[in-house]
């Protein structure tokens, strides 16, 4: 079966300074791994997606993930906060590459808040 | 703007009531998929289509029934409407199953 745990659900950062949002996945096939951002009434955008290539996935406004297989980690980080990244995260897993079905499962979220 | 359309925005209505939600799927896209966003569950698929064919279900409640047309629109219907129906309804879409999902801005769905 597949499932994500997002191990924060609440992140504050100062504007400028790195952030680091968590998530350990479980997954019975060769996962794939996304983080989907959802600013305050709006929809889900997608920031970057994990498939089998590179394990360093990166992804729009200065995003990028790590996949590591030996932890089950999918870790979004970003080296400088803007304001404008205040969000709610979310990190999710498909079904398995090769499954005839596309369901995405979805971390509880993670709120960001970027303080000036 | 990420293609994918949703009719209403908002919706509100009474317990019992039976509502529909549309969504149009970008251009070129086959699957079609439903996800509920609330405080207490969190986003829950709920279905899928392909090419007019139900493939997957999820979490979804027997009142509550979907189907995708012809022309690869979908419609969601949540019949007999329970105050716990409250939520934020997406619709998604892709190419196929293994190809990225772009979201629609959601159906707000609130019943009183």
């Known amino acids: 079966a597949q499932s994500v745990t997002q191990l924060d659900s609440h992140v504050s950062v100062s504007e400028g300074t790195p952030v680091l949002l968590r998530c350990n996945y479980s997954?019975?096939?060769?996962?794939?791994l996304f983080w989907y951002v959802q600013h305050p009434n709006k929809g889900l955008q997608l920031l970057l997606k994990?498939?089998?290539?590179?394990?360093l996935v990166k992804g729009i406004n200065g995003f990028e993930a790590e996949f590591k297989k030996s932890e089950t980690s999918f870790h979004l980080t970003k080296p400088s906060a803007h304001m404008s990244d205040a969000a709610e995260y979310f990190c999710?897993?498909?079904?398995?590459?090769?499954?005839?079905?596309?369901?995405?499962?979805f971390g509880r979220g993670t709120q960001l808040t970027v303080w000036p | 703007d990420s293609g994918v359309t949703q009719t209403p925005k908002h919706l509100i209505t009474a317990t019992g009531q039976r509502v529909t939600l549309r969504c149009s799927p970008r251009?070129?896209?086959?699957?079609v998929y439903w996800y509920q966003q609330s405080l207490d569950q969190g986003l829950q698929f709920l279905i899928q289509?392909?090419?007019?064919?139900?493939?997957a279900k999820g979490n979804i409640l027997e009142r509550f029934s979907a189907q995708q047309f012809p022309d690869l629109h979908s419609e969601l219907n949540l019949s007999s409407l329970e105050l716990g129906d409250s939520a934020l309804y997406f619709c998604?879409?892709?190419?196929?199953?293994?190809?990225?999902?772009?979201f629609g801005p959601g159906t707000r769905l609130l019943v009183l």
């Open positions: 998604a879409s892709s190419v196929g199953p293994e190809a990225t999902q772009y």
């Open positions: 997954s019975s096939y060769s996962p794939s």
């Open positions: 994990y498939t089998s290539a590179a394990t």
């Open positions: 999710v897993v498909s079904d398995g590459r090769g499954s005839t079905l596309g369901r995405l499962y």
């Open positions: 251009s070129g896209d086959l699957s």
């Open positions: 289509y392909y090419n007019g064919e139900e493939r």
